[in-house]
């Protein structure tokens, strides 16, 4: 049993320079709303620990980690998802947290004790073996401002090594200690899991998690980028920190030391090709025709990095063309590729739809294989060469993808597709380590848009990706539609790339288009399965995302018709909408009623009656798109959907994107569709 | 909401010591320790007693009134303290919000709680000073703890409410300051509350709905009997506004940090 489960834990705090006041409250219309920015200090952190395991937490500054013990400890509550603790927890999260300066260090220790809901007679039970412990008996009745940090750090630990906790929870501190007195803390630390019991440490000090710790994450950013032995995870922060002061001093980003060296020019290329791979002009001229497409959409951060890879690759120039397809950036990536990468194709789509933006790509591609890579992915410089080897010895493929992993690993990615119960699917690999399972080639059933590479002629036969999918799970849709068929796809180790988890889109917008992705995937292949994937769908039983239900009913409602006709739709929608109707069970009363639980109901009464009304006959009508409140919805133009991007009014951001836009007259949205720079 | 009451029970061993706490960081370094706030009351009772006889005198009633003053002076500086200083005890414990877990709170009880033993104090010099002074102690007696308790109940209520606003609109304490203010004119402390009885009825039921006049009533009747003078409600109905006006303001305080205390520690201050 797991002593704290974490599932799919996110924390927003709202960042404000004004202080919130009544004034404000009741008189909105004379002082204006308040400006807030909100800030994600944890996302979609889903961690199980079992008791007799220690923790070891590590990450850079404001990564997360004390919010993840503050909610570990309960001391707040998450934006979304769920935490569970079993037992009885004890923290230490600061030095003097729970302590009086004024008191003495003897008051100071039932006060801390009380907060730690240790009872009188406990507490005396335990005086003498605390105080022995923090060797401070000569100090127990001076004031607690005439005590070291070391001395407060002694007083604290003592007490929390002592309350008898199932779960204790430490953050940074130990360092204060003297060495004496650190080692017998590692001691007490280890017998404490040795008893069989949870203890979580957050720490800057390697040698501290190598020491103590079984299991070590690493976050960034708010997300848990890596977890594993310590060793490895160690490792990995290292890297991170390295790559941190390298790009403050102003170089690129790179990955591996071979891309570190200046981009040589493509002479250059060419030779060292042909010195790596001995072959005469005829067996060159014998490679089939690559066309690699990246899609962008303001990813002028990651796409520098991505291009040179591409342009890096060990492939003939003379036989690989590299585009771009934009969906209407408003960042500086054109002018960037303009000036970088002048030989890059450069393509415009007429909305922002990662889907259509590949189709249009592959419509004007001159090449016999497709290669998709996405703008925050990069790749080995013998990524194109392998594919194209393994692809070219079996024509049953239809696709191949090598092994990618997750940013820089070691943590795997994707090595393909693998379908989870529930309809939901995922990337073979993802957050595990590189292991022997993953050095043997496979069939899978699809490829990771990510980094793969498609045969033209299986993508024309099946008519490319589904625009209706926009992004997400199109590449779930692709492997379906080909394995009907008779194609296949393959894994091949050999070819390496990487991916920056969530680089480009946001948490939110992937949460959105996966859950609505999988249910529209139902709808296309196994309508009559809809009804339970509603019912089984993670993400409509947090309260934040029940918003979405009116716009999933408008999509679902659009892809049924389209893949099944009206009669067929009208078959499954009574039991897509008895599904609505149970998901979306009106909330239920806890303590007392009040004026925000009441509208929160209502709000949530209105969204449900727009998701089924009209619902006993004739098909519902969901009306308007869902607007996250975060700046981007979802759009149709006639059956086409797409996002559109918004900023809130009068928000610094909003002003400074007017302005970029009114200096950048003719804005590369104005081009026409697909039209070439 | 009882769960939260239980749990807050369980706790009851940091609500004495967080009120231990304060008590002593307070008195700590004054050189007369808490003999200090006593005296404030008393010598507000002084000069009111010289402002209101010989100045603009008030309709007096039967008891000398001196004692009629300290018998208002003293519950009302006990509510009066205990909300101001309740108002920013929970946005400045951040401290100890965000590092430990326990019922919220606990917090503003604490700062109440602390404020108890100077009230008691306080008590015991009006009893001394009607005996002192030869008047009789009736049975009206009897009706002291029921007093002192809703007292209590009324004043925690108001500080777990205006300590959790305060959390969430900055400017809730300068209301405070200006209710108590106005507060201590609304409330029969140097006048006899017969006085509101020759009112229009609006300005009668506005008058009543201030709680701490049914408390400060109760605290004159039971201290001092019937000679006190005349009261707008009997004593009965005065004890049951009151008790419904405490109860209530209890409740919307527990009820409020029930509420939000899952994310008070994302709101304070340090």
Known sequence: MAAIRLRGVSKRFWISHEKPALARRLLPGLLGPRQVREHWALRDITLELDSGTSLGVMGPNGSGKTTLLSLMAGITQPTT?????????????????????????????????????????????????????????????????????????????????????????????????????????????????????????VSQTMELHEQLCDRVVLLEGGRLIADGAPQTVVACYRQLSQEHNASLSGRAIVSAPAERRPQPPPEAVEQEGAVGHPETLAARASLPRVSSFIVNYNGVHWLSRCLESVLALSYPRDRCEVVVVDNGSTDESQDMVRARFPDVRWLVNDVNNYCRA?????????????????????????????????????????????KTFLGKGPLLYS????????????????????????????????????????????????????????????????????????????????????????GTASHELGQFFVERNRLLLVAKHAPEGLPGALRSSQVLLWNGRRQWLSQYAQDLQRMLRREHGEQGAELVWPGVVAAYREVDRPWRWRGAPSAGRIMAGLRRRLVRVAATREADGRMPVARGSTTSGLGWRLAYTGDLPHLVFERPEGSESARSAARTDSLRSGSPRAMPVGAQL | MLRYLAELYRYRGLLFRLAGKDVRVRYKSALLGWLWSLIVPLSISAIFFVIFTYVAPVPKTGVPFFLFLLAAVFPWMFFANSVSHATMCVLESGALIKKHRFPRAVIPLAVVMSQVTNFCAGLVIVIGVVLVHGMPLTLWMGLLPVAVGLELLLTAGVALCVSLLQVHYRDVKYVVELSLLLGFYLTPIFYPVALVGGSPPWVQAAYLANPMVHIVELFRLSLLGAAAGPAVLPPLATAAAAAVTATGFFAAGISLFTRHEGTLADWVLG
């Open chain 1, 81 to 201: 998802g769920a935490v569970s603790v079993r037992g009885r927890v004890a923290t230490l999260l600061s030095l003097g947290g729970g302590f009086h300066p004024e008191l003495t260090g003897r008051e100071n220790l039932f006060l801390n004790g009380a907060v730690l809901g240790l009872g009188m007679r406990e507490m005396r039970r335990k005086f003498d073996a605390i105080v022995a412990f923090s060797e401070l008996d000569a100090f127990m009745d001076a004031p607690l401002y005439t005590y070291s940090a070391g001395m407060q750090l002694r007083l604290g630990f003592a007490i929390a090594i002592h309350t008898d906790a199932d779960v204790l929870l430490i953050d940074e501190m130990l360092a204060v200690g003297d060495l004496a007195f650190q080692q017998r803390c590692l001691t007490q630390l280890q017998r404490f899991r040795q008893q069989g019991r949870l203890l979580v440490v």
């Open chain 1, 358 to 402: 590949n189709n249009l790509g592959v419509r004007q591609a001159n090449g016999d294989l497709i290669a998709f890579v996405n703008s925050d992915a990069w790749l080995a410089p013998d990524w194109l060469r392998t594919l194209v080897g393994a692809l070219g010895d079996d024509p049953q493929l239809a696709g191949v993808t090598g």
């Open chain 1, 415 to 502: 090595t393909g597709h693998e379908a989870l119960a529930d309809d939901y699917w995922r990337d073979r690999g993802l957050w595990q380590d590189d292991g022997p399972r993953y050095d043997r080639a496979a069939e899978v059933p699809g490829v990771s848009g990510c980094a793969s590479l498609y045969r033209r002629r299986s993508l024309d036969a099946v008519g490319g990706m589904d625009e209706a999918f926009v992004m997400y799970y199109e590449d779930v849709d692709l492997g379906i539609r080909c394995r009907q068929r008779g194609w296949r796809f393959g894994y091949v180790p050999q070819a390496v790339a990487y991916h920056q988890f969530h």
